[in-house]
């Protein structure tokens, strides 16, 4: 079984990496973060307390998996909600076995999967075979993100899109449980000067390496 961890902050590009990785490697995919904003949609719906971990934890352990399908499900708000409720170390809980069971028996019977999130190489998969951080600045990351928003003819505010990134690391990186940091073996990939095409090319030169293909 190949595990492949791809850790890094918001909009770093981990998304769009991981999917062709585990097409060029023919592995499973799983974008982790989808599972924290479908329970953020939930616990939306529910009208709960985004402060109460313990009401959270239970609406995570009973997540209706149709919310990764919602059209909400990649709004900003709703990233910006998954960052508030995943703090809670009841909601991260209840969301590990569905990781750790994804990476350790892969649908399709697939040799193996690519997991992405912000605590895959630390704390789901601490074993992985190869443990990528994904990075770029805060500036190239609004960059990107307002350009994808440009591209759907919709307007967006560079200064107010640097903001939310900003305010979205300083979120993750500062929580208690599972905070977003490189695993001490991760490879650092920083992004900022490098297209969707080159970043992949440098991710299969440290992939293949460290699996011995080259
Ligand atoms: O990656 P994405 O923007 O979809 O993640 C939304 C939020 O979910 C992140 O900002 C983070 O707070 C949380 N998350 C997490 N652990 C993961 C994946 C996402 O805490 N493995």
Do not use: W
């Not at 960059?143 to 967006?156: I, M, N, P």
């Amino acid at each position: 079984m190949t595990v492949i961890a791809i850790d890094g902050p918001a909009a770093a590009g981990k998304g769009t990496l991981a999917r062709a990785l585990s097409r060029h490697y023919g592995l499973a995919y799983l974008d982790t973060g989808a599972l924290y904003r479908a329970v953020a949609l939930a616990v939306l719906d529910a009208d709960a307390d985004p402060d109460d971990g313990e009401t959270l934890g239970d609406i995570a352990l009973r997540l209706d998996l149709a919310y990764l399908d919602d059209p909400r499900l990649r709004a900003e708000a709703t990233g910006a909600a998954a960052s508030k409720i995943s703090r809670h170390a009841a909601v991260r809980a209840a969301l590990l076995d569905i990781q750790r069971d994804f990476a350790a028996r892969p649908p399709a019977g697939k040799s193996g999967a690519v997991l992405d999130g912000r605590d895959i190489g630390t704390v789901i998969c601490p074993g992985a075979d190869v443990k990528l951080y994904v990075t770029a600045s805060a500036k190239a990351r609004a960059q990107r993100r307002a350009k994808d928003e440009a591209d759907k003819g919709r307007t967006a505010n560079l200064a107010a899109m640097i903001a939310e990134v900003e305010a979205r690391d300083a979120q993750d990186m500062a929580r208690t449980h599972a905070p977003l940091k490189p695993a001490e073996d991760a490879h650092l990939l920083d992004t900022t000067d490098l297209s969707i095409e080159a970043a992949f090319e440098r991710a299969v030169a440290v992939i293949d390496g460290v699996l011995g293909r080259n």
